[in-house]
């Protein structure tokens, strides 16, 4: 079964300019005609601010906006360095909101799936990938929203390649670098899924404009080259594109379960050369002999490790 996997850019520079064209039958690329404005709505242009470099604190960088026509809305949208800064509780609770509730949950959004990431040394700033966490407040410090957000020197992990993107930047600003970037996504998880994980609130598209309006401005600030949101809801897509993100379409391929209750009920949906030449396959693996364990995560010890790198 075919799937559509999407993803938006958005380059800091609205001069820079790419010709419509399709790449492949799966993907392509176009720049959207509505033009951006790369100047905050707080901080003010980049030219004024050339100093701000990406390798300062993410702590010290905040942003505040007032919600017109609703009285004490003042938003605060802040950074930081690690989830564990962000309450397991508060962010599981803007996921939720975010993915349409406990039924549609979402464990690759969770405070313990990319907290494990960090702990793990995965997505650390050694590896490339610097966290900036977004996390948007109301004056009564109540969490309104988070992003998971990554500041990242190069672009694996990310199982979109922009090698043709960074090749493009070069080539117009040979004096700027591409990297580092801002991406907003779940490393090494090509799962679609909101990025922006917004609480239930009635004014809460303002959040998200004021949101993408600070990230805007901290990709100009810090004289980033752009801001990537991967695989996020076909939702986000739209309200990306529509404030001139650069969209990509591609195409992934999922197995669907077609109530079938064991493997040959699988293999009578084949043709028969398939059918044939998988039952092949398995009787090669039977014969070595081999026997298969599923451990937990608890039950995986160095030595399980070091013979698999062995």
């Given at each position: 079964?075919?799937?559509?996997?999407?993803?938006?850019?958005?380059?800091?520079?609205?001069?820079?300019?790419?010709?419509?064209?399709?790449?492949?039958?799966?993907?392509?690329?176009?720049?959207?005609?509505?033009?951006?404005?790369?100047?905050?709505?707080?901080?003010?242009?980049?030219?004024?601010?050339?100093?701000?470099?990406?390798?300062?604190?993410?702590?010290?960088?905040?942003?505040?906006?007032?919600?017109?026509?609703?009285?004490?809305?003042?938003?605060?949208?802040?950074?930081?360095?690690?989830?564990?800064?962000?309450?397991?509780?508060?962010?599981?609770?803007?996921?939720?909101?975010?993915?349409?509730?406990?039924?549609?949950?979402?464990?690759?959004?969770?405070?313990?799936?990319?907290?494990?990431?960090?702990?793990?040394?995965?997505?650390?700033?050694?590896?490339?990938?610097?966290?900036?966490?977004?996390?948007?407040?109301?004056?009564?410090?109540?969490?309104?929203?988070?992003?998971?957000?990554?500041?990242?020197?190069?672009?694996?992990?990310?199982?979109?390649?922009?090698?043709?993107?960074?090749?493009?930047?070069?080539?117009?600003?040979?004096?700027?670098?591409?990297?580092?970037?801002?991406?907003?996504?779940?490393?090494?998880?090509?799962?679609?899924?909101?990025?922006?994980?917004?609480?239930?609130?009635?004014?809460k598209h303002h959040v998200f404009d004021f949101i993408l309006s600070a990230i805007k401005d901290l990709t100009a600030m810090s004289q980033l080259s752009s801001f990537h949101v991967t695989f996020p809801s076909e939702n986000e897509w739209h309200k990306f594109t529509q404030q001139g993100f650069?969209?990509?379409?591609?195409?992934?391929?999922?197995?669907?379960?077609?109530?079938?209750?064991?493997?040959?009920?699988?293999?009578?949906?084949?043709?028969?050369?398939?059918?044939?030449?998988?039952?092949?396959?398995?009787?090669?693996?039977?014969?070595?002999?081999?026997?298969?364990?599923?451990?937990?995560?608890?039950?995986?010890?160095?030595?399980?490790?070091?013979?698999?790198?062995?």
């Amino acid at each position: 079964m075919a799937a559509v996997a999407i993803g938006v850019r958005w380059c800091c520079s609205s001069s820079l300019s790419f010709p419509s064209h399709r790449k492949s039958s799966s993907s392509y690329y176009y720049r959207s005609r509505r033009r951006i404005d790369a100047s905050s709505l707080f901080w003010g242009s980049s030219k004024d601010n050339s100093s701000s470099s990406s390798s300062s604190s993410s702590h010290q960088q905040q942003f505040s906006f007032n919600v017109e026509s609703e009285e004490d809305k003042i938003i605060t949208v802040s950074f930081v360095s690690s989830i564990s800064d962000i309450p397991s509780s508060q962010w599981d609770a803007c996921a939720l909101d975010a993915t349409g509730g406990a039924d549609k949950y979402n464990p690759f959004l969770s405070h313990a799936f990319l907290s494990s990431l960090e702990l793990s040394s995965s997505s650390v700033k050694e590896k490339g990938w610097t966290p900036h966490h977004i996390v948007a407040k109301d004056i009564h410090n109540h969490i309104l929203a988070v992003v998971p957000l990554y500041l990242k020197t190069h672009s694996y992990g990310e199982f979109v390649f922009d090698h043709s993107w960074a090749n493009a930047y070069s080539h117009f600003y040979a004096s700027n670098s591409y990297y580092p970037k801002l991406q907003s996504c779940v490393p090494f998880t090509p799962v679609t899924g909101p990025r922006i994980l917004l609480r239930n609130t009635s004014f809460k598209h303002h959040v998200f404009d004021f949101i993408l309006s600070a990230i805007k401005d901290l990709t100009a600030m810090s004289q980033l080259s752009s801001f990537h949101v991967t695989f996020p809801s076909e939702n986000e897509w739209h309200k990306f594109t529509q404030q001139g993100f650069l969209p990509r379409i591609g195409m992934q391929y999922h197995w669907t379960n077609r109530n079938y209750t064991n493997f040959d009920d699988f293999l009578m949906d084949l043709k028969h050369n398939k059918r044939k030449k998988i039952r092949q396959e398995r009787k090669k693996v039977a014969a070595q002999n081999l026997v298969m364990k599923r451990l937990r995560g608890y039950e995986i010890k160095v030595f399980c490790i070091m013979s698999v790198l062995n």
